[in-house]
């Protein structure tokens, strides 16, 4: 199933759209920022509870290996896709309402930019 999930989003970041599903409190969220050689930020962001979660990231240029890691209100790490890839996906099912950290991590030598969106 994530595999599937991690294909659409894929496809929704290359498009410029946001998977439809629901997730975010308020609606989709979407960030860039611009990352050093091992450089990371972190997002604060509200989901809603037992709706599914998503965040993806895109890096640009392509190529370059970004990671995502979600961490609860309590810092407890939720999911994490540390894949060597340019497109980290992480999907949970938030159990109550609370603001997640994200974490966008650049796991490569060189700068990269990026975009995240969440669902």
Sequence with gaps: MKSVITAVLSLALVAGAVAAFAGASGGPRSASYN???????????AFNANETAIVGARSDPRGTDIDIYVYDSNGRLVD??????????????????QVYTIRV?????????FTMKTN
């Design 105 to 113: 991590k650049n796991a490569s030598n060189s700068s990269t930019s």
């Design 80 to 97: 994490s896709d540390t894949e060597t890839d340019d497109t980290p996906v992480c999907i949970w099912h938030p159990s109550s309402n």
């Design 35 to 45: 990352l050093d050689a091992g450089g990371a930020v972190d997002y604060k962001i």
